[in-house]
C-alpha cells in the first residue's frame, strides 16, 4: 500500500479547523465569553446552556493542552493533561442541542484523537462537524475526504466508502482519495466496485482536462491481477499504456495479456513484436531475458530466420542473451544459414501467391515479408489474403495493423486492430494502444 495511504497529519488539520468555526473558534468556559456569543445570534446560531455547562470540563482540558504545546511540552507530557479527556468530551458530545454545539465537540473530537492517536475518536469528531451544517460549502469535500481518511484508518470500511465516493466523482485534488476508495471496497472483498471506483476517479479526473495519475492504473491492476480478473486486468493494462506509455508498463502489459489468454507461438509471436516495437524489451535483463526466449521460440528459424537473428543480436548486445547459452547458439546457427537460402526464394514465393485461387500463400508471404521489415509489401500480401479467404482472419488483420503501424499509417493501423476477434481481441486492443502513442505529437 501507497505511503499517502497514512492518516493526514496534524499540520493538515489544523488547517481543516483554522476556518472561524472549527474548535479553535469557541470559548465556552467563561460565562462573560458565553454571554457575549450568545448575543451575537449570528448565522452560525448559538449554544445551548446545557452543552455549556457540560462542557467546561473538556474546555479547561483544551486550554491546558494549548499551553503546553506553545511551552513545547512533549507528546507524553500532552498524553497525560488528557487522562480524563476522553469521559469529559463524552459528556459534552450527550449534552449537544445546537448546530453549534455539535461543531464545538467534534472539533474537540479531532484535536484530541490527534494527540492520543485515536483515530475512532477522530472519525467520531469529523463526522460531528460535518453533521453540523456549518462547513462551509468550500470545504465540505476537504472535511468528506478527511472523515473517509479517518473512517479507512479506523477500518470502518463502509464509512470511509460512504466518505470518499462524492469526493472522488467532485475530482477532490488529493490523488490517493480515489486509492483509498478503492482498496476499502477491495478490504471487503468487492473488486469488481473497487475498479468500478477508480474507473469514476478517472472520468472524473479527465472531465476536469487533467492528467490521471499513473498509481491509479497500478492500483487497478495490482487489485485485477491478484483477484484475477481477467478482462478488468487487460482494460486497465492497456489504459495505463495509454497514458503512460513507458517501457516498464508495456512490459506490464504484455505479461498481463498473456497471463489471462490462451496464445499459441503465432500469439506470442506479435505480443514478442509488441514489445519489441515499444520499448518493452528495454528493461532490466532479469524481467525481459525469458521474453527474448519466448520471441525466439515463437518465430522459429525454421520459419522466421530473419526475425530470429534481428532478436538474438538485439539480446546479446543489451546484455540479455548470452552468446554461450545452448538454447541460443543453436537458434542463432539455424536462422543465420537458412536467411541466405530464404530471402533467394522469396521472388518465385510472391509469384505463387499472387495467382494462388485462396489466401494461404499470400498469408506465408506477407509473413516473410513482415519478418524481413518490408511493410509496404507485408501490409499488401495481407490484404490480399485476406481478400481471397481459406486464412486466420484474425492473425491476418493483427499483422496487417503491424505493417501498417510499421509504415506509419496510424489511423489505418487502428481500424485493422478493431476488426480483430477471438482469442486475439485483447492483443490487438493493446496494439492500437501502441498506434495511438505512435501517433502523438
Same mark, same amino acid.
Given at each position: 500500500?501507497?505511503?499517502?495511504? /497514512?492518516?493526514?497529519?496534524?499540520?493538515?488539520?489544523?488547517?481543516?479547523?483554522?476556518?472561524?468555526?472549527?474548535?479553535?473558534?469557541?470559548?465556552?468556559?467563561?460565562?462573560?465569553?458565553?454571554?457575549?456569543?450568545?448575543?451575537?445570534?449570528?448565522?452560525?446560531?448559538?449554544?445551548?446552556?446545557?452543552?455549556?455547562?457540560?462542557?467546561?470540563?473538556?474546555?479547561?482540558?483544551?486550554?491546558?493542552?494549548?499551553?503546553?504545546?506553545?511551552?513545547?511540552?512533549?507528546?507524553?507530557?500532552?498524553?497525560?493533561?488528557?487522562?480524563?479527556?476522553?469521559?469529559?468530551?463524552?459528556?459534552?458530545?450527550?449534552?449537544?442541542?445546537?448546530?453549534?454545539?455539535?461543531?464545538?465537540?467534534?472539533?474537540?473530537?479531532?484535536?484530541?484523537?490527534?494527540?492520543?492517536?485515536?483515530?475512532?475518536?477522530?472519525?467520531? /469528531?469529523?463526522?460531528?462537524?460535518?453533521?453540523?451544517?456549518?462547513?462551509?460549502?468550500?470545504?465540505?469535500?476537504?472535511?468528506?475526504?478527511?472523515? /473517509?481518511?479517518?473512517?479507512?484508518?479506523?477500518?470502518?470500511?463502509?464509512?470511509?466508502?460512504?466518505?470518499?465516493?462524492?469526493?472522488?466523482?467532485?475530482?477532490?485534488?488529493?490523488?490517493?482519495?480515489?486509492?483509498?476508495?478503492?482498496?476499502?471496497?477491495?478490504?471487503?472483498?468487492?473488486?469488481?466496485?473497487?475498479?468500478?471506483?477508480?474507473?469514476?476517479?478517472?472520468?472524473?479526473?479527465?472531465?476536469?482536462?487533467?492528467?490521471?495519475?499513473?498509481?491509479?492504473?497500478?492500483?487497478?491492476?495490482?487489485?485485477? #491481477?491478484?483477484?484475477?480478473?481477467?478482462?478488468?486486468?487487460?482494460?486497465?493494462?492497456?489504459?495505463?499504456?495509454?497514458?503512460?506509455?513507458?517501457?516498464?508498463?508495456?512490459?506490464?502489459?504484455?505479461?498481463?495479456?498473456?497471463?489471462?489468454?490462451?496464445?499459441?507461438?503465432?500469439?506470442?509471436?506479435?505480443?514478442?513484436?509488441?514489445?519489441?516495437?515499444?520499448?518493452?524489451?528495454?528493461?532490466?535483463?532479469?524481467?525481459?531475458?525469458?521474453?527474448?526466449?519466448?520471441?525466439?521460440?515463437?518465430?522459429?528459424?525454421?520459419?522466421?530466420?530473419?526475425?530470429?537473428?534481428?532478436?538474438?543480436?538485439?539480446?546479446?548486445?543489451?546484455?540479455?542473451?548470452?552468446?554461450?547459452?545452448?538454447?541460443?547458439?543453436?537458434?542463432?546457427?539455424?536462422?543465420?544459414?537458412?536467411?541466405?537460402?530464404?530471402?533467394?526464394?522469396?521472388?518465385?514465393?510472391?509469384?505463387?501467391?499472387?495467382?494462388?485461387?485462396? /489466401?494461404?500463400?499470400?498469408?506465408?508471404?506477407?509473413?516473410?515479408?513482415?519478418? #524481413?521489415?518490408?511493410?509496404?509489401?507485408?501490409?499488401?500480401?495481407?490484404?490480399?489474403?485476406?481478400?481471397?479467404?481459406?486464412?486466420?482472419?484474425?492473425?491476418?488483420?493483427?499483422?496487417?495493423?503491424?505493417?501498417?503501424?510499421?509504415?506509419?499509417?496510424?489511423?489505418?493501423?487502428?481500424?485493422?486492430?478493431?476488426?480483430?476477434?477471438?482469442?486475439?481481441?485483447?492483443?490487438?486492443?493493446?496494439?492500437?494502444?501502441?498506434?495511438?502513442?505512435?501517433?502523438?505529437?
Amino acid at each position: 500500500m501507497r505511503a499517502t495511504f /497514512g492518516l493526514i497529519g496534524k499540520t493538515a488539520m489544523a488547517l481543516v479547523l483554522a476556518t472561524g468555526i472549527g474548535a479553535g473558534a469557541l470559548t465556552v468556559g467563561a460565562t462573560a465569553a458565553v454571554a457575549k456569543e450568545k448575543e451575537k445570534k449570528d448565522a452560525k446560531g448559538s449554544y445551548s446552556k446545557e452543552f455549556v455547562a457540560a462542557a467546561g470540563p473538556i474546555q479547561k482540558t483544551m486550554t491546558a493542552l494549548d499551553e503546553a504545546k506553545k511551552k513545547g511540552a512533549s507528546a507524553d507530557e500532552q498524553k497525560a493533561l488528557l487522562a480524563n479527556a476522553t469521559a469529559e468530551l463524552g459528556a459534552a458530545e450527550a449534552a449537544v442541542k445546537t448546530p453549534l454545539d455539535r461543531m464545538a465537540a467534534g472539533g474537540w473530537g479531532v484535536s484530541i484523537g490527534g494527540t492520543l492517536n485515536d483515530v475512532a475518536m477522530r472519525q467520531r /469528531g469529523m463526522k460531528n462537524m460535518l453533521d453540523s451544517g456549518l462547513v462551509p460549502a468550500d470545504k465540505m469535500m476537504e472535511y468528506q475526504f478527511f472523515l /473517509g481518511n479517518f473512517a479507512y484508518g479506523n477500518k470502518d470500511f463502509p464509512a470511509a466508502i460512504a466518505a470518499l465516493t462524492p469526493v472522488v466523482q467532485a475530482n477532490y485534488q488529493d490523488e490517493s482519495a480515489a486509492e483509498l476508495l478503492a482498496d476499502a471496497y477491495a478490504q471487503q472483498k468487492q473488486y469488481p466496485q473497487a475498479l468500478e471506483a477508480l474507473n469514476m476517479a478517472v472520468t472524473a479526473r479527465k472531465a476536469a482536462g487533467a492528467p490521471v495519475p499513473e498509481g491509479w492504473f497500478k492500483r487497478a491492476n495490482v487489485i485485477a #491481477y491478484q483477484n484475477k480478473l481477467g478482462p478488468q486486468a487487460v482494460a486497465w493494462s492497456t489504459m495505463m499504456v495509454e497514458n503512460y506509455p513507458n517501457a516498464l508498463n508495456w512490459l506490464a502489459a504484455a505479461q498481463l495479456v498473456r497471463e489471462f489468454g490462451t496464445f499459441t507461438n503465432q500469439e506470442s509471436l506479435d505480443l514478442g513484436r509488441l514489445l519489441l516495437r515499444s520499448g518493452g524489451l528495454q528493461n532490466d535483463p532479469k524481467y525481459v531475458e525469458r521474453e527474448y526466449v519466448e520471441y525466439i521460440e515463437a518465430a522459429d528459424p525454421r520459419r522466421l530466420p530473419g526475425e530470429v537473428v534481428k532478436v538474438g543480436d538485439m539480446g546479446l548486445k543489451a546484455g540479455v542473451l548470452k552468446a554461450n547459452d545452448p538454447f541460443l547458439a543453436d537458434a542463432m546457427s539455424q536462422a543465420k544459414g537458412r536467411i541466405g537460402p530464404d530471402k533467394a526464394s522469396l521472388p518465385a514465393l510472391d509469384r505463387e501467391a499472387r495467382a494462388g485461387k485462396d /489466401g494461404k500463400s499470400a498469408m506465408a508471404m506477407a509473413d516473410a515479408y513482415l519478418s #524481413y521489415d518490408e511493410a509496404a509489401k507485408a501490409e499488401e500480401m495481407y490484404k490480399m489474403a485476406i481478400e481471397k479467404g481459406g486464412i486466420d482472419k484474425d492473425r491476418a488483420l493483427t499483422r496487417l495493423g503491424i505493417a501498417q503501424v510499421d509504415l506509419d499509417k496510424f489511423e489505418e493501423a487502428k481500424a485493422s486492430f478493431a476488426q480483430v476477434g477471438g482469442v486475439r481481441a485483447p492483443l490487438a486492443r493493446l496494439w492500437s494502444a501502441f498506434a495511438t502513442t505512435q501517433a502523438m505529437p
